[in-house]
């Protein structure tokens, strides 16, 4: 495979959900150690297109290749046939995603959520899956939390517990899904720090976020969707700062005024603290 080759490419996707087409012909292409992030309204699709990305939802038409293969789909003497499930397990195993809810084992402390998956979805020895699993969670701060169950955790510790678990497979793509927006706003710092480490590393990431400093410190390209279509992409200082479109400026100020509101809250919860 040439490293030229996007790591992901997508080729009008379209999804269906019963009568109701939520994606309308995305295309897309992700290279190599690149962090793309994927912003857009409410119910434009984003998360269902990581999905498709992680053949967690089936696509209803287009391609998908990531690394060059086609997922869930092979291609023999011109016609498509559904891939095995030991196939497209295999395909899955390569991309490490995060979601908005962390989905930790309740009842695993932090060390055994991480070694879970390599050994037993990969068959590594124990010993060493637990000997990369403190590496990783020293990578993400908290070597020092490793016997510490979730729910002994802030939420901010538990997301990062979840991406340590997702970098122990040895991932190529990195899927996060609104990431921090289930946590305290004191708590989306050390997440995001986190992330733009593992982006400095050189990781391959598609971030949907609303996090727009995060979007214009890190990411190489902002994607911004709306209606299940991709509206305009590019450079984080054009589409921040200069978008084209009518429907990226309206969201964006949405974004900002939310963000105004949010801070204007904190500054006055401080105030009160303070009398
Ligand atoms: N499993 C599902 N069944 C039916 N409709 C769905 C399903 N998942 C998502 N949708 C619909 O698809 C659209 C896109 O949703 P989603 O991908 O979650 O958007 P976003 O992540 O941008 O908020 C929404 O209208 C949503 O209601
Ligand atoms: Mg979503």
Not at 38 to 57: D, Y
Not at 137 to 163: C, K, M, N, T, W
Not at 206 to 231: C, K, P
Request: proline content about 4%; aromatic content about 4%; charged content about 30%.
């Amino acid at each position: 495979m040439s490293e030229q080759q996007p790591l992901v490419r997508a080729v009008n996707v379209i999804k269906d959900f019963g009568a109701t087409r939520v994606l309308h012909g995305i295309d897309l292409e992700v290279h190599r150690g690149e962090v793309v992030c994927l912003l857009g309204p409410s119910g434009s699709g984003k998360t269902t297109f990581l999905r498709l990305i992680n053949q967690l939802e089936s696509l209803t038409g287009g391609r998908i290749w990531v690394d060059g293969e086609l997922i869930g789909f092979e291609e023999r003497r011109g016609r498509l046939h559904v891939r095995k499930d030991a196939d497209i397990a295999r395909q899955r195993s390569r991309i490490g995603m995060v979601f908005q809810r962390f989905n930790l084992f309740p009842h695993m402390t932090a060390l055994e959520n991480v070694v879970e998956a390599p050994v037993h979805v990969r068959g590594v020895r124990p010993s060493r899956a637990r000997e990369e699993a403190r590496r990783l969670l020293d990578l993400v701060g908290l070597a020092e939390r490793a016997d510490f169950y979730p729910s002994q955790l802030s939420g901010g510790q538990q997301q990062r517990v979840a991406i340590a678990r997702a970098l122990a497979m040895e991932p190529e793509l990195m899927l996060f899904d609104e990431p921090t927006s289930a946590l305290d706003p004191e708590l989306v710092g050390e997440v995001l720090a986190v992330m733009r480490d593992l982006a400095r590393d050189g990781m391959t990431m598609v971030v949907v976020t609303h996090e727009m400093s995060f979007a214009r410190e890190v990411a190489d390209r902002v994607v911004f969707m709306d209606a299940g279509v991709v509206v305009e992409e590019g450079a984080p200082e054009q589409v921040l700062r200069r978008p084209r479109h009518e429907r990226t400026q309206a969201f964006l100020a949405r974004v900002r005024r939310e963000e105004q509101a949010a801070e204007e809250r904190i500054s006055a919860e401080l105030e009160q603290l303070g009398e």
